[in-house]
Nanobody
Framework: VQLQASGGGSVQAGDSLRLSCVAS????????MGWFRRVPGKERELVAS?????????YYGDFVKGRFTISRDNDKSTVYLQMNSLEPEDTAVYYC??????????????????WGQGTQVTVSS
């Protein structure tokens, strides 16, 4: 399995970005997905996650405050993170992640065990 994230960049405060993560090597629709971020010197934190089950509401970290939206397109094996009203505090490397077991979903960070490479998001004031 491979997770390939893209869409990061350098933007101004208040701008938007959409991150994408394409998964390959397995049946995408069977797996929960998530987005994490890491700031140097701080712990990795779960930004948003989405179950394989469309009836399960997505999860968002408290800091998201309604600014971000996670979505998935199973036909394209892609999970997205739409980030609006970006703040300098959102500056981080963003990673997509998943589980190595199908039909598994959790909002506990430690349970994610499949990782993509990161994409840098830099928000300047």
């Amino acid at each position: 399995v491979q997770l390939q994230a893209s869409g990061g960049g350098s933007v101004q405060a208040g701008d938007s970005l959409r991150l994408s993560c394409v998964a390959s090597g397995r049946t995408f629709s069977q797996y929960g997905m998530g987005w994490f971020r890491r700031v140097p010197g701080k712990e990795r934190e779960l930004v948003a996650s989405m179950s394989y089950n469309s009836r399960t509401p997505p999860y968002y970290g408290d800091f998201v405050k309604g600014r971000f939206t996670i979505s998935r397109d199973n036909d394209k094996s892609t999970v997205y993170l739409q980030m609006n009203s970006l703040e300098p505090e959102d500056t981080a490397v963003y990673y997509c992640a998943s589980f190595n077991t199908p039909y598994r979903y959790s909002v506990d960070s430690w349970e994610f065990n499949v990782w993509g490479q990161g994409t840098q998001v830099t928000v300047s004031s």
